[in-house]
């Protein structure tokens, strides 16, 4: 099973600032089969990127993913109050099982 | 797209619920669906997963043997049986269509998630 870790655990940035997220998964993710989500406090978790660098239909082009392999990137280019969230990651397409990072908390600094 | 779960609740260790999700907006037998959970203070988990033609399933190893994922698509409806609840099933549990017709994919759409709490 490949486990993915998301760092930092927080990350405190003021509006207007560029947010750098990482997922590190501990093998190679094949086919770049990796997603990222935002999920907001009493809200139903949003899908931002998949593929590792396709937005979902909808999202801001603030929003970008990157990265290949094990080392994967959801980067914001300036925040906007509304992105304040935990973003989690997902590597899926992959046997024996689907799994999640741990989150990255985006506070307000 | 919507996706409403209903069926949860408290129940004691050793119990049973069954989770159901209507849509609207889609048919959920175009689509593979799945369940998602989230424990108190944790992060997401993947549960389990039903094809669109509800031959394949798969499930997470803690549940194995416990839950079992069904569809009835004359109702729209994805259910989740869980038998032999345990204190660590406690969690939010969303419904989640796949963006394809493959188990282990990821979600365009969630539900807002509804409470299993397992507890004496």
């Keep these: 099973e490949i486990v993915l870790t998301q760092s930092p655990g927080t990350l405190s940035l003021s509006p207007g600032e560029r947010a750098t997220l990482s997922c590190r998964a501990s093998l190679s993710v094949s086919s770049n089969f990796l997603a990222w989500y935002q999920h907001k406090p009493g809200q139903a978790p949003r899908l931002l990127i998949y593929g590792a660098s396709t937005r979902a239909t909808g999202i801001p082009d603030r929003f970008s993913g990157s990265g290949s392999g094990t080392d994967y990137t959801l980067t914001i280019s300036r925040l906007e109050p509304e992105d304040f969230a ?14 999640f990072g741990g989150g990255t908390k985006v506070e307000i600094k | 797209v919507q996706l409403l779960e209903s069926g949860g609740g408290l129940v004691q260790p050793g119990g049973s619920l069954r989770l159901s999700c209507v849509a609207s907006g889609i048919r959920v037998i175009d689509y593979a669906m799945s369940w998602v959970r989230q424990a108190p203070g ?61 188990l282990l994919w990821f979600g365009d759409f969630w539900g807002q998630g509804i409470l299993v709490t397992v507890s004496s």
């Excluded at chain 1, 590597?91 to 024996?96: A, T």
């Excluded at chain 2, 033609?53 to 259910?79: A, E, P």
Aim: proline fraction near 1%.
């Design chain 2, 42 to 102: 944790r992060g997401l988990e993947w549960v389990s997963a039903i094809s669109s033609s509800s031959t394949k399933t798969h499930y997470v190893d803690s549940v194995k043997g416990r839950f079992t994922i069904s569809r009835d698509d004359s109702r729209n409806t994805l259910h989740l049986q869980m038998n032999s609840l345990r204190a660590e099933d406690t969690a939010l549990y969303y419904c989640v269509k796949s963006a394809a017709n493959a």
């Design chain 1, 86 to 99: 935990v973003y989690y990651c997902q590597q899926y397409g992959n046997s024996p099982s689907s799994t």
